[in-house]
């Protein structure tokens, strides 16, 4: 994991960024342009750029927040060791600790999961998805 000072982080990122990912704060819902992102692409940790989500596995969940049904392998920790996803469970960047959001399990097929990020966390890059 990335260690990095507050001051650090405050440097690198905004304000708004900062709050998100390092004091755990969620943005207003609806306030991100990424709820209509909708090219190929991949998303990516804002603070240190780890790949976090592919485009193919985001939805419209209707909530404001992008939303997926599933993450990049291994690069996204929660914050509990429960093997089954309790209703409210925090994740974050496996590479650097950042915030992302929650985790619920009323999201669609074939996973059952509903990846709930604050878009300012997330960078989107177009192209092959990762
Ligand atoms: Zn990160």
């Excluded at 990095?4 to 998100?20: A, C, G, I, N, S």
């Excluded at 750029?49 to 404001?64: I, N, P, Y």
């Excluded at 409210?88 to 650097?96: F, S």
Aim: hydrophobic share 25%; glycine share 10%; net charge positive.
């Amino acid at each position: 994991m990335t260690q990095k000072t507050d001051k650090e982080w405050r440097d690198r990122l905004t304000p708004e960024q900062f709050h998100v990912l390092r004091e755990h704060g969620t943005e207003r819902a609806g306030t991100s342009p990424l709820n209509y992102e909708k090219r190929t692409g991949t998303f990516y940790c804002a603070a240190c750029k780890e790949a976090l989500f592919s485009s193919d596995t985001k939805f419209d969940s209707g909530t404001g927040w992008p939303s997926f049904f599933t993450t990049i392998p291994g690069h996204v920790g929660t914050k509990s060791d429960y093997k089954i996803l309790v209703r409210r469970t925090e994740y974050h960047c496996i590479r650097c600790g950042g915030h992302q959001g929650h985790v619920f399990d009323d999201g669609p097929p074939p996973t059952g999961q509903r990846w709930c990020n604050n878009g300012v966390a997330l960078k989107f890059v177009t192209g092959k998805v990762s």
